[in-house]
């Protein structure tokens, strides 16, 4: 019995892991699906999407700008109906949304509206950052799912114990990337996947689509 138990966990926990993986990649690649989702968005429309505030999968507006607005900030969930996407990561959580509220407003910005200043950093303390000019980014909470919000039920989970995890979730300019660290760790428990979109992406893909300049 002993030596079937070993053997039985011996196999379970690689099967665990290659699942994880799978829902990593997953979930990252419906990040990428979403900017570019959005990017498409812009193109028609000449403005990406408000965030959606009120869990219903729609952006969310207020006449001509976003609902609700921190600090030229627009935060919220990725307004997965109005993107005809799906409407959850792989851990079936909502994925949480941030823009440039100037971006989002429902005139066209143009080249001149060099204003993005979302930072994702590899640490809160943000003594390194990987971006500092994005104009938005999107984020999964991971299998812990901590700070996040479940799609079915709505029901918001508790906040994250690390100041990495703890920074996408302060709904300010800054977030963290990096690779993933276990509750053991230094840098504490950090599971969050995230995509942002640089603002010359974004610049790039409406002059070549001929809405810009």
């Not at 990406?48 to 869990?55: E, K, S, V, W, Y």
């Not at 219903?56 to 607005?69: H, K």
């Not at 901590?146 to 029901?155: E, F, L, M």
């Not at 660290?181 to 689509?209: Q, R, Y």
Request: with cysteine.
């Amino acid at each position: 019995m002993f030596i079937m138990t070993l053997l039985i966990g011996s196999i379970l926990v690689p099967l665990a892991s290659q699942v994880e993986q799978r829902q990593n990649s997953t979930t990252q690649k419906i990040l990428e699906d979403a900017r570019d989702a959005m990017l498409g968005f812009a193109i028609i429309n000449g403005y990406l999407p408000c965030p959606d505030t009120d869990g219903d999968g729609l952006e969310n507006i207020s006449g001509s700008n976003c609902a609700t607005i921190s600090s030229n900030i627009a935060h919220g969930s990725l307004p997965w109906q109005t993107l005809g996407l799906s409407a959850a990561d792989a851990w079936g959580n909502r994925i949480t949304y941030a823009i440039r509220e100037e971006y989002a407003r429902r005139t066209m910005f143009s080249l001149t509206t060099a204003v993005a200043n979302l930072r994702v950093c590899t640490t809160s303390a943000c003594a390194s950052a990987l971006t500092s000019s994005a104009v938005a980014v999107l984020i999964s909470h991971g299998k812990n799912g901590y700070g996040g919000t479940n799609s079915s039920s709505g029901t918001a989970y508790v906040a994250p114990s690390s100041n990495d995890e703890l920074e996408n979730t302060d709904a300010d300019r800054d977030f963290v990337s990096h690779v993933a660290s276990s509750l053991d760790s230094a840098a504490g428990e950090f599971d969050d996947i995230v995509v942002w979109m640089p603002l010359f992406t974004l610049f790039n893909k409406m002059v070549t689509a001929g809405k810009l300049p």
